[in-house]
């Protein structure tokens, strides 16, 4: 994999500009910095699409996200979401960035023109299996505007992962028709678990989430991009039991909450569907304001 060297640090914060940068922890070989002026936790590592290739070529599976019994699960989220649009925009075209196989567009029904972004070219496939060429295998940057722009745009899971935030959703704007609607799930580092747990906050897994937003910081980030925030939400999901120590394992698989979940994914009650919501999760809607180069 490609080595990082301090040369490679961002020497301000990439979203206020702010110099006084802390190094809070170092996590799986990186630096995970702070910046006191907006309170934007990041690794401090520049990364670009190349560097990151490497991690991203032989990816563990993620063996609960991807169970099929874990797709009704998935479902709860999108669906709480789906309504949410629905209160401001009833139907219209639609691009869900990292749109996996396209579970989140099979929910909105035949009244949207749907389209999905992603990136990995096996989900990508998937996708277009049911969407044909409305799907596009690779970057955000590189998705081809044709024909009207879009009246929604969802990114779940996906700003966090971001070699660049602000560019990227630079890019979401030139994409949205004017007052566009986006729509963002990221992890919350402001959640009380997160203070609490510090370094071992089951989001801070880099380099796959470069980005530990909150409210102010994704607000910052979007009002940089040409957004103005409408609403911020903290929606909870449904996991299976055996989601929990496999998050909390966070990809390692020799410490005691894996071979917790190794136990609880042989039996039926590893299976049980539980209810979470510890404001963990950030979903927050935003306007596009104004034009952006």
Same mark, same amino acid.
Not at 235 to 260: A, C, D, E, F, M
């Given at each position: 994999?490609?080595?990082?060297?301090?040369?490679?640090?961002?020497?301000?914060?990439?979203?206020? /500009?702010?110099?006084?940068?802390?190094?809070?922890?170092?996590?799986?070989?990186?630096?995970?910095?702070?910046?006191?002026?907006?309170?934007?936790?990041?690794?401090?590592?520049?990364?670009?699409?190349?560097?990151?290739?490497?991690?991203? /070529?032989?990816?563990?599976?993620?063996?609960?996200?991807?169970?099929?019994?874990?797709?009704?699960?998935?479902?709860?989220?999108?669906?709480?979401?789906?309504?949410?649009?629905?209160?401001?925009?009833?139907? $219209?075209?639609?691009?869900?960035?990292?749109?996996?196989? $396209?579970?989140?567009?099979?929910?909105?029904?035949?009244?949207?023109?749907?389209?999905?972004?992603?990136?990995?070219?096996?989900?990508?496939?998937?996708?277009?299996?049911?969407? $044909?060429?409305?799907?596009?295998?690779?970057?955000?940057?590189?998705?081809?505007?044709?024909?009207?722009?879009?009246?929604?745009?969802?990114?779940?899971?996906?700003?966090?992962?971001?070699?660049?935030?602000?560019?990227?959703?630079?890019?979401?704007?030139?994409?949205?028709?004017?007052?566009?609607?986006?729509?963002?799930?990221?992890?919350?580092?402001?959640?009380?678990?997160?203070?609490?747990?510090?370094?071992?906050?089951?989001?801070?897994?880099?380099?796959?989430?470069?980005?530990?937003?909150?409210?102010?910081?994704?607000?910052?980030?979007?009002?940089?991009?040409?957004?103005?925030?409408?609403?911020?939400?903290?929606?909870?999901?449904?996991?299976?039991?055996?989601?929990?120590?496999?998050?909390?394992?966070? $990809?390692?698989?020799?410490?005691?909450?894996?071979?917790?979940?190794?136990?609880?994914?042989?039996?039926?009650?590893?299976?049980?569907?539980?209810?979470?919501?510890?404001?963990?999760?950030?979903?927050?809607?935003?306007?596009?304001?104004?034009?952006?180069?």
């Amino acid at each position: 994999m490609t080595s990082v060297t301090t040369q490679n640090w961002y020497p301000a914060c990439p979203i206020c /500009d702010g110099k006084s940068l802390s190094n809070l922890y170092v996590v799986d070989g990186f630096n995970i910095a702070n910046c006191p002026q907006c309170t934007l936790v990041f690794v401090r590592e520049r990364m670009t699409e190349e560097t990151l290739q490497p991690y991203y /070529d032989n990816p563990d599976q993620d063996v609960v996200y991807d169970d099929p019994g874990n797709a009704a699960n998935l479902e709860y989220f999108y669906n709480r979401l789906k309504q949410v649009i629905s209160k401001s925009v009833e139907r $219209g075209k639609i691009l869900d960035v990292g749109c996996n196989q $396209g579970q989140f567009l099979d929910l909105l029904g035949d009244h949207w023109e749907r389209y999905g972004n992603e990136l990995s070219p096996h989900a990508a496939q998937m996708a277009k299996q049911k969407y $044909g060429n409305h799907i596009f295998q690779g970057t955000l940057a590189n998705f081809p505007l044709t024909g009207e722009r879009f009246d929604v745009i969802t990114m779940m899971d996906v700003l966090d992962h971001s070699p660049d935030p602000i560019q990227e959703l630079k890019r979401v704007n030139q994409l949205l028709k004017p007052n566009g609607l986006v729509a963002i799930k990221v992890h919350n580092i402001s959640c009380l678990w997160a203070q609490v747990v510090k370094d071992r906050f089951y989001a801070i897994i880099p380099p796959f989430h470069l980005w530990y937003f909150n409210r102010a910081t994704l607000t910052r980030t979007l009002a940089r991009s040409g957004f103005k925030v409408k609403s911020v939400m903290f929606i909870g999901n449904v996991l299976q039991l055996k989601t929990i120590p496999y998050r909390l394992s966070r $990809g390692k698989t020799n410490n005691l909450y894996h071979s917790l979940f190794k136990l609880l994914e042989k039996t039926p009650l590893g299976r049980i569907p539980i209810y979470k919501n510890l404001h963990d999760l950030i979903t927050i809607i935003a306007i596009k304001e104004s034009e952006v180069e």
